[in-house]
């Protein structure tokens, strides 16, 4: 079991930064695969990044390779989410999620995920 509660969304202009944790209670951290998802009003929930429990390894779609980075500190039960030069559709309501896997899995299906937060708020626009 493991309960998950995101921070660090916000207002931001376009080119702008953000950096959102998620924080995981529990000491069984280490056993799950994490991953970041986001949802926009009227849109389906979205894939953004995952990060396996060994390595570890990472997985990205495609529109935020080479802006967002996915970390992890097991150490503070937190995986974390820096979002560089971001866009007006990065909009949306960013998730946390964790998943029961092997030692390199990075999931890139919410259905795979057993564990989720409740979201925090990503807006940016001028």
């Known amino acids: 079991q493991v309960q998950l509660v995101e921070s660090g969304g916000g207002l931001v202009q376009p080119g702008g930064s953000l950096r959102l944790s998620c924080a995981a209670s529990?000491?069984?951290?280490?056993?799950?695969?994490m991953g970041w998802f986001r949802q926009a009003p009227g849109k389906e929930r979205e894939f953004v990044a995952s990060?396996?429990?060994?390595?570890?390894?990472?997985n990205y779609v495609d529109s935020v390779k080479g802006r967002f980075t996915i970390s992890r500190d097991n150490a503070q039960n937190t995986v974390f989410l820096q979002m560089n030069m971001l866009k007006p559709e990065d909009t949306a309501v960013y998730y946390c999620?964790?998943?029961?896997?092997?030692?390199?899995?990075?999931?890139?299906?919410?259905?795979?995920?057993?564990?989720w937060g409740q979201g925090t708020q990503v807006t940016v626009s001028s």
């Open positions: 990060i396996s429990r060994r390595g570890p390894l990472t």
């Open positions: 999620a964790g998943a029961d896997g092997g030692d390199y899995y990075t999931p890139r299906t919410g259905q795979l995920y057993r564990y």
């Open positions: 529990g000491r069984t951290f280490s056993n799950y695969a």
